[in-house]
């Protein structure tokens, strides 16, 4: 069987479409699900992100697919941390947890 890169590349995008819209359809589902599908799905998808080439494809994969966004920074964190995630929130965020232990440690004393 002849198998060329971009084949295998192209079949991947394909399974990570799929398994990412997928994650989607579970995560805005109004409908219960079993726990144990869930993590299927996103072990599935983490595995297939894990071997992944990073590139504009991707990208534009992972900016549709916000889940499977959070999966692929999620796996890639020990070497790039919130690669994908807005500075803005993470800092706003930074800022008002902040602002809370200072509160809280104000009403301590």
């Known amino acids: ?15 990570i479409r ?15 699900f079993d726990a144990e599908q869930y993590r299927s799905v996103v ?13 504009e494809a991707l990208a ?3 900016d549709a697919h916000p889940g499977a966004s959070q999966v692929y920074e999620n796996i890639n964190y020990q070497y790039a941390g919130l690669c994908r995630s807005a500075l803005d929130p993470a800092l706003d965020a930074e800022n008002e947890v902040r602002q809370l232990i200072d509160r809280v440690k104000c009403t301590a004393c």
């Open 1 to 15: 069987m002849d198998i060329t890169k971009t084949g295998i590349i192209q079949g991947d995008m394909r399974v």
């Open 43 to 55: 072990k599935r998808l983490a595995d297939v992100l894990a071997n992944a080439k990073s590139g």
């Open 60 to 62: 534009a994969l992972l």
């Open 18 to 32: 799929v398994l990412a819209g997928l994650l989607e359809r579970l995560e805005r589902s109004n409908e219960p």
